[in-house]
């Protein structure tokens, strides 16, 4: 059974960092695509970063309001995916989800493309 769970989200001042972490079970990390989400009230879900399967080389991809700020990277040996923020805005405070699809996929930022998804944790900036 394919399981997700995002963990590490609190509460900081803007221009803080954080760093989520995406624990996932049930499947081959090498055959799966797997994104970061978020959802801030009232707004649609949207992604943040992904990171393609392995046989399709890993590609990693970030959303525009977030490159050279946040940074996806995995630990097969942990079973984890992180998302690494800096230089946290207001205007990040969202529930953060990482979801997972199967296949030779290039990772998107479309939540539709995604199976899977594990339960959120929350992310509080504060100016």
């Known amino acids: 059974e394919v399981q997700l769970q995002a963990f590490g989200g609190g509460s900081v001042l803007a221009g803080g960092s954080l760093r989520l972490s995406c624990a996932y079970s049930?499947?081959?990390?090498?055959?799966?695509?797997i994104a970061w989400f978020r959802q801030a009230p009232g707004k649609e879900r949207e992604g943040v970063a992904c990171i393609s399967a392995r046989t399709m080389n890993g590609r990693i991809s970030y959303a525009d309001s977030v490159k050279g700020r946040f940074t996806i990277s995995s630990d097969g040996a942990k079973n984890l995916v992180y998302l690494q923020m800096n230089s946290l805005q207001p205007e990040d405070t969202a529930v953060y989800y990482c979801?997972?699809?199967?296949?030779?996929?290039?990772?998107?930022?479309?939540?539709?493309?995604?199976?899977?998804w594990g339960q959120g944790t929350l992310v509080t900036v504060s100016s």
């Open positions: 049930g499947f081959n990390f090498a055959d799966y695509a």
């Open positions: 979801g997972a699809v199967k296949g030779p996929v290039w990772c998107t930022m479309v939540s539709r493309t995604y199976a899977y």
